[in-house]
């Protein structure tokens, strides 16, 4: 079956703008999270939706958003770029929660480069 | 909070060495531990997990035993490849705060030399 599917892979944007990334997930997951993967701070939680609600949000500014539609699918979305936004964003899936012993798989993830 | 500390990279290996990387964790409940792996310009990639104390996973090779008493899920392989060449993350996943979300050590890269 497919994978977590993420889109575009890379893009590059300017100062100021925002961006949305998309990601699919495994048909049948229902929760959905995105991680920010950079040089210096390594791999960071952004978000977590399930059953279309954000469960919580890592420590990160209000200009980092997502949404989680009723197919699961998810988007983020990150405004009035910066440079530091620079990263490679992941979406994972799992088909319940991670407590349950389930497991979280990654996409190939999204390249954003901010100048 | 949570937190998982690994050992530092890089590490370099020649083919056919064993290999140990050093994972110890911190958690306030009882949570899923994790190996993922990361290949140039990819994703990260699972590569072994264990969901209560005394489990071990392993793939490919490779084995880590979830260790309750000691904190820690150290990577272990017998003999290494030049493919093997990549980097090692160790993570632990629990719901925290209300969310489910995957805490990472901070990588480890690993070099394979034939």
């Known amino acids: 079956k497919a994978g977590v599917t993420q889109t575009p892979r890379y893009l590059i944007k300017t100062r100021g703008q925002q961006v949305t990334l998309s990601c699919s997930p495994i048909s049948g997951h229902r929760s959905v999270s995105w991680y920010q993967q950079t040089p210096g701070q390594g791999l960071q939680f952004l978000f977590e939706y399930f059953s279309e609600t954000q469960r919580n949000k890592g420590n990160f500014p209000g200009r980092f958003s997502g949404r989680q539609f009723s197919n699961s699918r998810s988007e983020m979305n990150v405004s009035t770029l910066e440079l530091g936004d620079s990263a490679l964003y992941l979406c994972a899936s799992s088909l319940d929660r991670v407590f349950s012993g389930n497991t979280i798989y990654f996409g190939e993830g999204s390249w954003l480069t901010v100048v | 909070g949570d937190s998982v500390t690994q050992m530092e990279g890089p590490v370099t290996l020649s083919e056919e060495a064993f290999l140990t990387i050093n994972c110890t964790y911190t958690?306030?409940?009882?949570?899923?531990l994790f190996w993922y792996v990361q290949y140039p310009g990819e994703g990260l990639q699972l590569l072994l997990k264990?969901?209560?104390?005394?489990d071990k996973g392993s793939n490919k090779g490779f084995e880590a035993t979830y260790r309750k008493e000691t904190t820690s899920f150290h990577l272990e392989k017998g003999s290494v490849q030049v493919s093997d060449s990549a980097v090692y993350f160790c993570?632990?996943?629990?719901?925290?705060?209300?969310?489910?979300?995957?805490?990472f050590g901070q990588g480890t890269r690993l070099t394979i030399n034939p």
């Open positions: 993570a632990l996943g629990a719901v925290i705060q209300g969310a489910q979300k995957l805490v």
């Open positions: 264990a969901t209560k104390a005394d």
């Open positions: 958690a306030t409940g009882y949570p899923s």
